[in-house]
Structure formats: C-alpha cells, structure tokens
C-alpha cells in the first residue's frame, strides 16, 4: 500500500504566545499542482498513534474511497494545557480559536495546495478536543465547514451554542458518543455523565437542520472504540 508522508512543523502563535508544534499528512501522491481538502486533529498526536488516522486516510485514498486529503494534527502539552486550550472554560480556550482560524489556517494556505473555503476544511476532535472542533466550527463557519466529534464534552454553553447559531447549513456535523459513558473521568479528578448531554445536542442539532450524522456505539469513552470508528468517520466527510 501507497503511504503517506509525515513533516513535523512549528508556527509561533501572537493570540497565545507561544510556539504551537503540529505534524503534518500528506498523501502519498500530493503535488502542489492540484487542490486539497484538510482535517486539523486536535488531541494530533493521538488521532495518529491510537486513531491510526493517516493508516485509514492511507487506504481509503488508495481504493479510491476518499478525496486525497491532507491531515494536521495538533498535540498538546500536557494535560493542564490541554484543558487550559479545549475547555470552554479554559483561559485560553477563545484564544486557541483564533490561533486555529486566523493563524494556522492562512498558513496551510500558503505553503500547501488548499480549498480556499469552508467546506474543503474540516475538524476533528475527541472528548475535550471534539468541544474545540465543534466550538470553532460554529464561530468560524465560513473557515471551517466539516466537524468530526467523537463524544464530545457538551454543558449548557455549547448546547445554547448550537441553539443560536444562525446559519446551520453552513457546517456538516459528525457525531457519535457511547452507551457506557455514563461516568466518564475529567481533569478536576470528578466524573461526569457524557451520554446525557450528549443525546440533548443530537436533538438541538438535529431540530436546527445541519447536515447532520449521529450514531451511539456499545462502550465506554476510549480509544479502542474511537478508532474503528475512523474508516467510516473520514467515508462520511470526504467520499469520493
């Protein structure tokens, strides 16, 4: 099989004030004569190793079952910045949006054969970083026109979000949360209830009239359900 190739890559972010380390897929047969669509990953380094997600985009690509894609994948620090980023509450959680619309995105433009517009950039995110996803999304609708969310954190902010947000046919949303996570562990060492939450989004989501995907999988919030996800994830968001 064809593989794609890796380059790590930095750009120093003004919102945030600090260099912002992310990787980057291309396709194995990327040429600069041709346009892409791209997929920025937050939680990047875990969508690569425990998501597979350039293996699946490898082969997809390659039976032709997906566009040819390029795919950013965004690590973070640690868990304290993590939460400091995703979290709605998080004081640095407008500022990582700025930093992915107004910074990251003009520079995939520029050194990398882009669609220009919304719907040839999408986002994807688990847990925290799929509130990220879906947060940028809604305040940046015409940047990013994809979001892939794989259970998603939601509290009564994102839902009135989503109940607000004026122009749902601007944004493809993929949604899916387990059965089990019922008692899911969180930064402040508590647990919280996802499914719950989650099943109000689908509604709000669905009543809005978003292009819309929602499913609920047997388990819990983990990888080793996330990731036989990605095939089918990927085949929603950029079939050929």
């Not at 995703?86 to 003009?106: I, K, T």
């Not at 433009?109 to 947060?135: C, F, N």
């Not at 989004?201 to 359900?225: A, P, R, S, T, V």
Request: glycine residues 6%; aromatic residues 14%.
């Amino acid at each position: 099989m064809n593989r794609g190739t890796y380059k790590d890559e930095t750009i120093y972010s003004e919102y945030l004030k600090e260099e912002i380390p992310f990787q980057v897929y291309l396709p194995y047969n990327y040429s600069p004569l041709y346009k892409y669509s791209f997929l920025i990953a937050n939680d990047g380094s875990d969508y690569f190793k425990l998501g597979r997600l350039g293996r699946t985009a490898d082969e997809l690509i390659e039976n032709d079952e997906i566009e040819e894609l390029i795919i950013v994948g965004i690590p973070y620090k640690s868990v304290e910045d993590r939460w400091r980023k995703y979290h709605p509450d998080g004081e640095q959680s407008d500022d990582y949006l700025r930093f992915l619309a107004n910074e990251l995105v003009p520079y995939l433009d520029k050194e990398y054969a882009t669609y220009h517009l919304g719907y040839g950039r999408g986002l994807i995110g688990d847990s925290l970083a799929a509130t990220v996803a879906l947060r940028a999304a809604l305040d940046y609708p015409r940047t990013f026109g994809r979001a892939i969310l794989h259970s998603p954190f939601v509290n009564e902010e994102i839902m009135e979000k989503v109940q607000k947000f004026p122009e749902p046919e601007l944004i493809d949303i993929y949604h899916i949360i387990g059965t089990e996570e019922t008692e899911v562990p969180t930064t402040d060492g508590k647990t919280k209830n996802f499914i719950e939450p989650n099943r109000e989004l689908n509604q709000i989501i669905d009543d809005k009239g978003f292009d819309y995907f929602y499913d609920e999988f047997e388990g819990g919030h983990l990888w080793k359900h996330w990731q036989p996800d990605m095939k089918r994830a990927l085949l929603h968001m950029f079939k050929l």
